[in-house]
C-alpha cells in the first residue's frame, strides 16, 4: 500500500532533551494559522466574506480549493476532547443538522460557482460517521453537485473515524463515498485509559477499521494517539504503541493532551490525582518518539510522524509540505471553504469562523446568510508572518533572502526584534542563524512552537491568549 520512497534524504530524526524541553516549554499556539484563531474578532462577518470571495473572482483565480466540513455529533462525550461536539443519541438531531448543511454547502456551491475545483476535502468533528451510511452518501453527493472534485489519484479526501461506530461493510462504503484517507481515533489501547476517559474502545474495533481500509483501498491510513491522559504511564505507553506499529499506519499522530478544565466541560470529569506527573509525560514523550523512529517512521513535525513512502513525508521532502487548520497537508497554499458549525475557514487574505451553536447555525441560514461569527482580514504584516511561520513549522528552515524577494522589506531590519530573541532559542542550540538562513537544529524541532513564538506578533504586544503548553 505505501508508496515507493523517493531517492531523497528525509529530515534528520528529532533529538530529545529533557532538560532543554523542561526549560523551555511554555503555552504557545499550535499555529495551524497564523494570527491565530484567539485573534478573531466578531467585527468580521458575513459580508467581509463575500468581499473576499469576489477578490477571488476579480483576480481570476483558477487554484483549487480545499473543503472542511464539521459534523458535531458523537453517542458519548470522550472526557479528553477539546472539540466543538454535541453528545447525543437522538438521531433525528443529525438528519435536522445534514439539512441545513446542505443548505449552507448550496450557498458556498454558488458563491464559488467557476472557482469550485477541489483537490482536497476533510470531514472532521465530532463523530463524521455518527451520520448513517445512506446520510453520509447524500452529503458527498451534494457536495459532488455543488464543487467539482478532482480524480480520484489526484485529491485528498479525508474521513476521521470512531472505530466504534462502523464495520468493515461501512469503512468499504465510505472508500466508495469517495473517501481515499482515513484517520482512527485510538488514543489509547490500555483498558484502565480508556475508562478513566470514558472511551471503551475494545482493541478488534481497531483493527478490524484498519484491515477493511485496507482491503478498501484507502491511500492512507492513520491513528490518532493522546499522551498525558489520567492512569497512562510508560509501561502502558509502550503496551499501546507495540499494538500501534504492529498495525502498520501510514501515518501516526501523538498529541500532548491540554488539560483545560476551565474552557471544557468534559474535561472536569477527569480525576486529576489519577493523571500522569509533567516527567512521566515528558518520559511518555520520549518512548514514543525513539519507537516510532526506531520503527522507520519518519518525523514531520509537532506530533505527527509518516512512513518514508507516505505522501506526507515525500512532501516535506519536496518542499510541497503544508500546514492549515486540519495539521499537515500534502498540498500547497488552497482557500479553504468550511461549512458547518464552528468550521474554520480561510479565502484569500481572510479566516472566518461559523457560529458554534445549532440554534445560532440555523438561524442565520434560515435567513439566507452563511452562518459566520467571526473572523480577520489579514494585514501584509500578518501575511509575511504567516509564510514565515508556515516554511518553519513545514521545513524548519528559512531563507531570509526569498522572504525579501516577495516582500518589500530588509529581512534584518524588519525583524530585529525577532531576531533578537532568536538569539536567545540560538544559545540554547535550538537555532542556526547566518546571514541568508535561519535553520532549527534536531533538538529544536520539538520545540518548534518555541521558535515560530518569536515571530509571533500578537504574542509580544502583550494581546491575552490561552494556550496549551508547548511540550
Known amino acids: 500500500m505505501n508508496a515507493t520512497v523517493l531517492p531523497v534524504e528525509p529530515l534528520r530524526a528529532p533529538v530529545f532533551d529533557a532538560a532543554l524541553i523542561r526549560k523551555l516549554s511554555l503555552s504557545g499556539p499550535r499555529y495551524t494559522s497564523y494570527p491565530t484563531a484567539d485573534r478573531f474578532s466578531d467585527s468580521f462577518g458575513y459580508r467581509d466574506y463575500l468581499q473576499a470571495v469576489a477578490g477571488l473572482r476579480l483576480r481570476g483565480s483558477d487554484k483549487a480549493l480545499s473543503l472542511y466540513v464539521h459534523i458535531p455529533f458523537c453517542d458519548s462525550v470522550c472526557y479528553y476532547c477539546a472539540c466543538n ?28 460557482a467557476g472557482m469550485n475545483q477541489v483537490a482536497q476535502l476533510h470531514l472532521g468533528g465530532g463523530t463524521p460517521t455518527y451520520l448513517s451510511d445512506s446520510q453520509m452518501g447524500e452529503l458527498m453527493a451534494h457536495l459532488r453537485h455543488w464543487f467539482k472534485f478532482a480524480p480520484d489519484g489526484a485529491g485528498e479526501y479525508a474521513i476521521e473515524v470512531d472505530p466504534r461506530t462502523v464495520d468493515a461493510a461501512r469503512v468499504h462504503s465510505l472508500r466508495r463515498q469517495g473517501f481515499n484517507r482515513i484517520s482512527v481515533g485510538v488514543q489509547d489501547y490500555d483498558p484502565n485509559v480508556q475508562a478513566a476517559v470514558n472511551r471503551i474502545q475494545p482493541e478488534h474495533h481497531t483493527e478490524t477499521v484498519i484491515q477493511a481500509a485496507r482491503e478498501a483501498g484507502f491511500r492512507s491510513v492513520s491513528i490518532d494517539l493522546i499522551y498525558g491522559l489520567p492512569m497512562q504511564n510508560v509501561i502502558s505507553m ?31 470529569r477527569i480525576n486529576e490525582d489519577s493523571m500522569p506527573s509533567a516527567a512521566q509525560r515528558l518520559d511518555m514523550l520520549a518512548l514514543c518518539i525513539r519507537r516510532l523512529t526506531d520503527a522507520g517512521y519518519q518525523y514531520i513535525g509537532m506530533d505527527h510522524f509518516a512512513r518514508p513512502g507516505d505522501d506526507l513525508a515525500v512532501a516535506q521532502r519536496q518542499g510541497r509540505l503544508h500546514r492549515n487548520f486540519q495539521g499537515y497537508s500534502t498540498h500547497s497554499d488552497m482557500d479553504l471553504v468550511a461549512c458547518g458549525v464552528s468550521a474554520i475557514g480561510a479565502v484569500g487574505l481572510t479566516y472566518s469562523q461559523n457560529v458554534k451553536t445549532l440554534d445560532a447555525y440555523y438561524g442565520l441560514i434560515d435567513k439566507n446568510e ?31 533572502a526569498s522572504i525579501e524577494q516577495a516582500y518589500p522589506i530588509t529581512f534584518a531590519e524588519y525583524f530585529a526584534p525577532e531576531l533578537a530573541r532568536l538569539r536567545e532559542l ?46
Open 85 to 112: 461536539k454535541i453528545a447525543t443519541r437522538n438521531r433525528d438531531k443529525a438528519a435536522v443538522y445534514l439539512s441545513y448543511l446542505k443548505r449552507e454547502i448550496e450557498m458556498q456551491g454558488r458563491l464559488f
Open 370 to 400: 452563511l452562518p459566520i461569527a467571526r473572523g480577520l482580514r489579514l494585514t501584509m504584516d500578518d501575511a509575511l508572518r504567516r509564510v514565515i511561520i508556515q516554511m518553519l513549522m513545514c521545513h524548519f528552515e528559512l531563507s531570509m
Open 238 to 268: 509502550g503496551q499501546t504503541l507495540a499494538k500501534v506499529i504492529a498495525a502498520d499506519p501510514d501515518r501516526i499522530a501523538v498529541y500532548n493532551y491540554a488539560h483545560l478544565p476551565q474552557l471544557f466541560k468534559a474535561q472536569r
Open 426 to 471: 540560538e544559545a540554547d542550540g535550538l537555532v542556526q542563524i547566518d546571514p541568508e538562513w535561519i535553520s532549527v537544529s534536531a533538538k529544536g524541532r520539538l520545540l518548534i512552537r518555541n521558535v515560530c513564538m518569536a515571530f509571533d506578533r500578537y504574542l509580544h504586544a502583550g494581546a491575552p491568549a490561552r494556550h496549551a503548553r508547548t511540550i
